[in-house]
């Protein structure tokens, strides 16, 4: 049925999470805030929420990749000009740029989807810190392509972007794809917007809700039970 496998990246393929804490406390550890589990937490929440708003089309790429922190800073007390801001979100970008652990399961439901079906990465993320993140893992030959928002100029969920993305790959063919992503307002709505049958990655038990996706799974190699 299908030929063309499309995974997300951060936390379907790249535990992000992971990546996020170790290279904010790359980061913070030598700033007056210091870390600990309650700031990441802080940063967690102000970021996620400002991707959701970049998915919205409320905020711009330049702008999130700063503004996160200076929110962050600023709700525990703290200023941060637009300099320091510039400084600090250079420097997080560059210690997640070298993070590249993945979700257990990862490597190996991979090796065995590939020798089957055409495998594509579709990511929403800055372009070169993907790149590097991804040239770091075991995934990188299994894959033909990483389509990344940051060098297409659209992301996901916009149909513009998966309509590049069969564009680019030569077979218009709707039927023959399957989205896998653990985002129900990026990976998810964005498949069916484009016409995509969708697998929502759910390994935290939330519930897919309405969003209706035409399979569920709760580790990667389960996607192995289904294709």
């Known amino acids: 049925m299908y030929q063309y496998l499309l995974f997300d990246?951060?936390?379907?393929?790249?535990?992000?999470?992971?990546?996020?804490?170790?290279?904010?406390?790359?980061?913070?550890?030598?700033?007056?805030l210091g870390y600990s589990n309650?700031?990441?937490?802080?940063?967690?929440?102000?970021?996620?929420?400002?991707?959701?708003?970049?998915?919205r089309g409320e905020t711009t790429r330049e702008r999130l990749r700063t503004e996160r922190f200076v929110q962050?800073?600023?709700t525990l007390g703290y200023s941060l000009d637009s300099s320091g801001a510039e400084a600090v979100a250079s420097t997080?970008?560059?210690?997640?740029s070298e993070q590249s652990m993945l979700v257990d399961g990862a490597l190996e439901t991979v090796a065995v989807l590939a020798k089957k079906y055409a495998l594509y990465i579709v990511t929403n993320?800055?372009?070169?810190?993907?790149?590097?993140?991804?040239?770091?893992?075991?995934?990188?030959?299994?894959?033909?392509?990483?389509y990344i928002s940051h060098?297409?100029?659209?992301?996901?969920?916009?149909?513009?972007?998966?309509?590049?993305?069969?564009?680019?790959?030569?077979?218009?063919?709707?039927?023959?794809?399957?989205?896998i992503g653990d985002s129900l307002s990026s990976d998810i709505a964005g498949a069916r917007g484009a016409g995509l049958d969708s697998?929502?990655?759910?390994?935290?038990?939330i519930g897919c809700g309405s969003a209706s996706p035409k399979w569920t799974i709760h580790t990667l190699p389960q996607l192995l039970d289904i294709l």
């Open 199 to 205: 697998c929502y990655f759910d390994p935290k038990g």
């Open 9 to 32: 990246a951060d936390n379907t393929l790249l535990d992000f999470d992971l990546a996020e804490q170790e290279a904010l406390h790359r980061t913070l550890i030598h700033t007056p």
């Open 72 to 74: 962050l800073y600023k």
């Open 151 to 179: 060098d297409m100029g659209c992301a996901k969920p916009e149909r513009l972007f998966f309509d590049k993305v069969l564009a680019d790959i030569g077979d218009n063919r709707r039927e023959a794809y399957l989205v």
């Open 125 to 146: 993320a800055t372009a070169w810190v993907q790149k590097k993140r991804m040239a770091r893992t075991p995934l990188a030959p299994y894959f033909q392509k990483v």
């Open 92 to 96: 997080f970008l560059e210690h997640m």
């Open 38 to 55: 309650a700031i990441f937490q802080m940063y967690h929440t102000i970021n996620d929420l400002m991707w959701k708003q970049l998915e």
